[in-house]
């Protein structure tokens, strides 16, 4: 794992790169799973053991092997890939060709061509919007969160993963860029309705940060709308630039998750070293630490929901279970399954399931996902700041 980066959500491979470990869920920032640039591990040398874990069915020797035949048959390597992993019984197993990972890469750098919207599968098994980036395609054409997505250009999304409509909506399998159209079919509260909008080339802003409460007694939120390059710094900055006195409102919501080493970067903002996160591959068990030095005396309350996913899943369970953070809000989603990319031939990358994290107390979190512990379905945020405001951080 030395000199590999690991990600939990996005999925990506820098060209050339060495294949390296996805911590998977979708992030679909504008519509766009996203890569991430090489990097070193975040834990200063993981400790491997043998645990027991559940992984894909499918092997990863056959599904190189099928590509291996496509092209000495000539047919398509990413189509073979594709039937594998689709009857894999492998649920975020995918398979990405090269201008798509280019694309993702793109993203999680905080540049993406898109609509402007995040996307996520509900329990029921729908896309639902999760997040609309303020003034892009998607907003001005009245997009909202909580939106369902029922067909892209006239097509059913139906069971597509994720990460295929994501790429849809990108246009990314037909080449599509900057100031070409996609027709959205929508749902909202059972009306039906299509809006055509235009793809256009955004940047995200992943963390933002305003200022709660009164001057007497001040409070800081933290939004963390996704972990892209950058984020975890940004958000140790904020914590190291709040006034002392204030607390910390770290807002996950709708997070979709992103880089793992920008996640533990941020738990280092809290944490002074320590645990932050185990994860298995194949059988063996390694972990991820906080840096020293972080903050571990200003009160934190962390909100999350159900769109608080993967890499946010990763930072809000191991605040919870180190007792540095009270959380508040809705059951996170539950996506924690760990991908293998493999490097096909032309280029394409498929990924599989090969693992699972776990929380610093060995908590799983894939399938069950985090309970806060004060569960709020509306009003969380104002009942977030009574907490902080409980604790003596403000607001």
Not at 7 to 23: D, E, I, N, S, Y
Not at 231 to 240: H, I, K, W
Not at 367 to 377: A, F, M, S, W, Y
Request: glycine share 14%.
């Amino acid at each position: 794992m030395s000199g590999s980066a690991q990600r939990f959500g996005p999925r990506g491979l820098r060209r050339g790169a060495t294949l390296t470990l996805v911590f998977g869920c979708a992030l679909a920032t504008a519509a766009a799973t996203g890569s991430l640039p090489q990097g070193p591990d975040p834990a200063p040398g993981p400790q491997t053991r043998a645990v027991s874990s559940t992984v894909a069915p499918v092997d990863r020797q056959e599904i190189e092997d099928a590509a291996a035949r496509a092209e000495a048959d000539g047919t398509s390597v990413k189509a073979a890939a594709e039937e594998v992993v689709s009857r894999s019984g492998d649920r975020w197993g995918a398979v990405y060709d090269e201008r798509e990972y280019e694309e993702f890469e793109q993203a999680l750098d905080g540049s993406y061509t898109g609509v402007g919207l995040s996307a996520r599968r509900t329990a029921r098994g729908d896309v639902a919007v999760s997040r609309v980036q303020p003034g892009g395609p998607a907003d001005r054409a009245g997009v909202r969160a909580g939106d369902l997505l029922r067909t892209l250009d006239g097509r059913a999304v139906g069971r597509r993963p994720v990460a295929e409509v994501v790429a849809l909506l990108r246009g990314d399998r037909t080449g599509a860029a900057e100031g070409s159209r996609v027709e959205l079919g929508l749902v909202r509260k059972g009306r039906s309705w299509t809006k055509t909008v235009e793809r256009a080339r955004l940047t995200t802003e992943a963390v933002t940060v305003r200022r709660l409460g009164k001057a007497s007694s001040p409070a800081v939120l933290i939004k963390v709308a996704a972990f892209t390059k950058g984020a975890g710094a940004d958000v140790r900055d904020a914590v190291r630039e709040a006034p002392g006195d204030a607390g910390i409102l770290l807002d996950l919501r709708a997070n979709s998750g992103g880089l793992v080493a920008e996640a533990v970067v941020a738990a280092s903002a809290f944490l002074d070293g320590g645990l932050v996160a185990t994860y298995d591959v194949r059988g063996q068990e390694q972990a991820l630490y906080a840096d020293r030095g972080g903050d571990t005396d200003r009160p934190v309350v962390v909100l999350v929901d159900g769109g608080t996913m993967s890499a946010a899943e990763l930072l809000t369970g191991a605040l919870q279970d180190r007792g540095r953070a009270v959380t508040v809000g809705s059951p996170t989603f539950g996506k924690g399954s760990v991908q293998m990319p493999s490097r096909l031939p032309g280029g394409s990358v498929a990924e599989l399931t090969v693992g699972h994290y776990r929380t610093p107390a060995g908590r799983t979190v894939d399938g069950r996902g985090i309970t806060p512990d004060l569960v709020v379905r509306e009003g969380a945020q104002r009942r977030a700041e009574t907490v902080l405001s409980g604790l003596g951080g403000g607001s």
